[in-house]
């Protein structure tokens, strides 16, 4: 009965790999985001989904694209892996846009060698 | 833009004592929310409370409560009697009702609770 998964939840690779972390919310939300967590915890959104459509493109480089097939899903696309692109990367959803609760998956954590 | 101050970035009790966390936040806005989630050793973050910025009753939870003082701009967390399980990183969280629409977080306070 999970609300929010991600997969995969470790993901180890190299400089220069393409990647993507898949994520699903099985809460009938209509809002998905994804946020970044560095080494020092700071969590800051990266992109917002609503209803399948972009809200939110924060100032985030262009190798990390977003895809929304459904409103059930957010995937997160990386190209060309950077060492800093390594954090937690956390999925989350919402019902509503502005002022609904969002329920956070339990994170990726992503390590570029 | 929304910014949120967590002064506090680790504090250590022993088990039973209580424990403050602060949180101050700046917005223009005059509709506002307030989260705070808690993230524990396991990694996952879990949500604790939404707060409606029209809305300054205190909360209590349990073990846990929250004072909003609009006029000082403050949302702060009190866990009572404190548990080991209690070992987080909490962050508190504005969002607005207009505007950029984002979740924007404190830095966190980690709380460390000793036996």
Known sequence: ?113 | AQKVTQAQTEISVVEKEDVTLDCVYETRDTTYYLFWYKQPPSGELVFLIRRNSFDEQNEISGRYSWNFQKSTSSFNFTITASQVVDSAVYFCAPRTQGGSEKLVFGKGTKLTVNP
Not at chain 1, 42 to 57: H, R, T
Not at chain 1, 70 to 81: P, T
Request: with cysteine; glycine share 6%.
């Open chain 1, 1 to 113: 009965d999970t609300a929010v998964s991600q997969t995969p939840k470790y993901l180890v690779t190299q400089m220069g790999n393409d990647k993507s972390i898949k994520c699903e919310q099985n809460l009938g939300h209509d809002t998905m985001y994804w946020y970044k967590q560095d080494s020092k915890k700071f969590l800051k959104i990266m992109f917002s989904y609503n209803n399948k459509e972009l809200i939110i493109n924060e100032t985030v480089p262009n190798r990390f694209s977003p895809k929304s097939p459904d409103k059930a899903h957010l995937n997160l696309h990386i190209n060309s892996l950077e060492l800093g692109d390594s954090a937690v990367y956390f999925c989350a959803s919402s019902q509503g846009r502005t002022r609904e609760t969002q329920y956070f998956g339990p994170g990726t954590r992503l390590l570029v060698l």
